[in-house]
């Protein structure tokens, strides 16, 4: 493989009302991720290029985007995987800033309005926990906060503005503070009334695309949508857990 042909979605959203795709060719060095590719026609090609980027290593979450239709990490992806003809666009969940950069700031409105950690009564200092109570949170810190999981999931995509859904990566967050071992709160009910919790019917594309292969799916929502359940049917529930709940 010598060269590699990339279309890139470009647009100037004070000029262009809809964007295209533009191909460009760029040299292919072994073992090149999609990033670098694109940051080469950044650098060589055409500077006003604009795309987030910061830790090339998938952690930092930032260059989220659709390498060929589906949503990827762009440093994470490689080249030879891909064939020499590759679609790299912005995630369709959000609002277009300019060509790969999307504005995902309605993240940190949900992430504001989740209740906050609250520790039980009477803990004293030091705080101590068994290592078996943290395994099941543990797996949820692996979050990079890259937002492809809410940019797969086709509420997000097609009925966010009808559902309020919150999206996987915050039904990840919530079920991250009531696993903790030291939290006192119950936020199924927030997740069932506000957080729209309800509108996903677990097709699991969340959990097949995080790139930190967390189990969004088997191990956040569907013990958050059990608990609210018997939060609301079951009575006695209601009485042990309802109490605590936001
Ligand atoms: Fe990304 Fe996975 Fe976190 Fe979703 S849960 S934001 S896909 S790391
Ligand atoms: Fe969406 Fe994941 Fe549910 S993709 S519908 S949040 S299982
Ligand atoms: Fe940090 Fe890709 S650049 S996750």
Same mark, same amino acid.
């Given at each position: 493989?010598?060269?590699?042909?990339? &279309?890139?979605?470009?647009?100037?959203?004070?000029?262009?009302?809809?964007?295209?795709?533009?191909?460009? /060719?760029?040299?292919?060095?072994?073992?090149?991720?999609?990033?670098?590719?694109?940051?080469?026609?950044?650098?060589?090609?055409?500077?006003?290029?604009?795309?987030?980027?910061?830790? #090339? $290593?998938?952690? =930092?979450?930032?260059?989220?985007?659709?390498?060929?239709?589906?949503?990827?990490?762009?440093? #994470?992806?490689?080249?030879?995987?891909?064939?020499?003809?590759?679609?790299?666009?912005?995630?369709? $969940?959000?609002?277009?800033?300019?060509?790969?950069?999307?504005?995902?700031?309605?993240?940190?409105?949900?992430?504001?309005?989740?209740?906050?950690?609250?520790?039980?009564?009477?803990?004293?200092?030091?705080?101590? @926990?068994?290592?078996?109570?943290?395994?099941?949170? #543990?797996?949820?810190?692996?979050?990079?906060?890259?937002?492809?999981?809410?940019?797969?999931?086709?509420? @997000?995509?097609?009925?966010?503005?009808?559902?309020?859904?919150?999206?996987?990566?915050?039904?990840?967050? $919530?079920?991250?503070?009531? @696993?903790?071992?030291?939290?006192?709160?119950?936020?199924?009910?927030?997740?069932?009334?506000?957080?729209?919790?309800?509108?996903?019917?677990?097709?699991? !594309? !969340?959990?097949? /695309? =995080?790139?930190?292969?967390?189990?969004?799916?088997?191990?956040?929502?569907?013990?958050?949508?059990?608990?609210?359940?018997?939060?609301?049917?079951?009575?006695? $529930?209601?009485?042990?857990?309802?109490?605590? &709940?936001?």
């Amino acid at each position: 493989m010598k060269d590699v042909k990339l &279309s890139i979605f470009r647009q100037d959203p004070e000029t262009e009302k809809e964007g295209r795709f533009v191909e460009y /060719t760029i040299p292919y060095v072994e073992g090149m991720v999609v990033l670098d590719a694109v940051r080469y026609v950044e650098e060589k090609i055409d500077t006003t290029l604009a795309v987030r980027w910061n830790c #090339k $290593a998938a952690h =930092c979450g930032s260059c989220s985007a659709e390498i060929n239709d589906k949503p990827s990490l762009m440093c #994470k992806t490689r080249i030879e995987t891909l064939g020499d003809r590759i679609k790299v666009g912005p995630m369709k $969940a959000y609002p277009l800033i300019k060509d790969l950069v999307t504005d995902v700031g309605s993240n940190w409105k949900s992430v504001r309005r989740v209740p906050a950690f609250k520790p039980k009564e009477g803990l004293k200092d030091p705080w101590r @926990m068994q290592q078996v109570d943290i395994e099941r949170s #543990k797996e949820f810190k692996r979050c990079i906060e890259c937002f492809l999981c809410q940019d797969v999931c086709h509420v @997000m995509r097609e009925h966010y503005e009808e559902t309020d859904y919150f999206g996987p990566r915050h039904m990840v967050r $919530a079920a991250s503070l009531d @696993m903790h071992p030291l939290d006192d709160l119950s936020r199924s009910r927030f997740l069932n009334e506000e957080a729209g919790i309800g509108y996903c019917n677990i097709t699991k !594309c !969340c959990q097949e /695309t =995080c790139p930190e292969h967390i189990p969004i799916t088997d191990d956040a929502i569907i013990p958050e949508k059990e608990r609210a359940v018997d939060i609301t049917y079951d009575p006695i $529930a209601r009485l042990i857990i309802g109490r605590k &709940s936001k």
